[in-house]
Structures are given as structure tokens and as C-alpha cells.
């Protein structure tokens, strides 16, 4: 993905009257981090809105904020889900030259044989791992091929991942990714123990507008 360029202004007005800008078709929002104290700032709604959705949790973005650039990561955003428009973003200044920890997103494709050849249930234990790396070494995504899945209890631990060189896992290398598991009816018809993945569940945090 090409290297994305979002252009801010400086804004003063903050708290409830942000709605203000919002009817004007701005979009609300904050650069905070290390070494960067905290900037709120206006985006251009619709083209940001666009944007946005196709970012991950580890795509390096600049925000030209009135000709000084800012590489950031989307660390939070608002949503008016009814309306289907973002009403606040909050946007983490990173160092090029410092490493930081980031979750990266697992994308799945392909079609298992196994679910074919064995009534296999496709099994999704991780969605993202941890790593750590400069900013500009992180992936956007890991790509996991499905169709390696040929068999009941093929699967993919984090050991299997394919990685970048200077991109350090933090997340155990023996977790469970993806299974081919028996399904329960599979399993009492051909004596195979079904896998029972690790449930882990997450909060979700909601950013202040």
C-alpha cells in the first residue's frame, strides 16, 4: 500500500462544540506520543472516511499538520454507526527510529481441503499477534493460506507465520492460529477428539471525543 498522506489544520475549538465542525465536514481529532505533545486537529471528513477503513492497527501513515509531518498509527476511532460517518480519530506519533510494539492483523484465504474431504470446522483462534520493529518494518498484514489445510488437525501456530526479518514476535510462538478440527459428529463417527481452541477475550476501549 502506498504510503498514505493525510493533510490537518490546527483547531482550538474542543469538547462539545466539535460539532460544529463536523457540520462544516470537518473531521475532529488528536496527534498524541513520545516526544510529541498533544495536537488537536481537523481532517477533511469524506476523504479521510475513505481512507480509514482501509487501514490496520499497523499501517504507518503521515498527517501533514500546516507543513511539519507527522508519522502516525490510528490507535482509536469514533463512529456514528447509524449515520455511518467517524466522528473522532486518535492518531499515535512514532518515531522512525525507535521501535514499537503494534498488533498485527492475520488475513485468511484460501479454501482448507479438509473442509471438503472431512467435514472439516475451520477453527480461528488468533486474529492478530503482537510484534515489536521499527515503524516502517511493520507489516500491515500476515497473510495465512488456508488451502494447507489438508487433513483434520492440519494447523498454523505462530511459528508458521510467515515473518519479516527485523520483525520481532511478542506473541508465544506456541499458540494455536488455525485448526482443521473434527466437527462433534465427525468425531464420534471416527473416534477423532475435536480441538477445543483457547477463548480469549478482549475489552474494547472507547476513545474520548
Known amino acids: 500500500m502506498e504510503k498514505v498522506v493525510l493533510k490537518a489544520t490546527k ?10 465542525l463536523r457540520r462544516k465536514g470537518e473531521l475532529p481529532a488528536v496527534i498524541y506520543g513520545a516526544h510529541v505533545e498533544p495536537i488537536n486537529i481537523s ?3 469524506h476523504s479521510t472516511g475513505l481512507i480509514l477503513p482501509k487501514l490496520t492497527a499497523s499501517s504507518v ?7 511539519k509531518v507527522y508519522p502516525v498509527l490510528v490507535r482509536e476511532t469514533q463512529k456514528n454507526y447509524v449515520k455511518d460517518l467517524y466522528t473522532h480519530v486518535d492518531f499515535l506519533a512514532v518515531s522512525l527510529s525507535e521501535k514499537i510494539t503494534a498488533n498485527v492483523r492475520i488475513h485468511f484465504h484460501g479454501v482448507a481441503p479438509a473442509i471438503k474431504e472431512f467435514s472439516a470446522a475451520i477453527v480461528h483462534s488468533l486474529e492478530s499477534i503482537e510484534v515489536e520493529a521499527l515503524p516502517n518494518d511493520l507489516p500491515e498484514k500476515i497473510e495465512v493460506d488456508l488451502t494447507k489445510l489438508a487433513k483434520l488437525g492440519d494447523s498454523y ?5 510467515a515473518i519479516g526479518p527485523n520483525v520481532t514476535v511478542l ?5 494455536l492460529v488455525v485448526v482443521a478440527s473434527a466437527t462433534h459428529e465427525e468425531s464420534l463417527d471416527s473416534g477423532i477428539a475435536a480441538v477445543e481452541p483457547e477463548v480469549i477475550e478482549k475489552g474494547k476501549k472507547e476513545a474520548n471525543a
Open 157 to 161: 501456530h505462530v511459528r508458521d507465520l
Open 171 to 175: 506473541t508465544p510462538k506456541d499458540e
Open 61 to 67: 501513515i503521515n498527517v501533514e499538520v500546516e507543513g
Open 43 to 45: 481532517l477533511e471528513a
Open 11 to 20: 483547531r482550538s475549538v474542543v469538547g462539545k462544540q466539535v460539532k460544529q
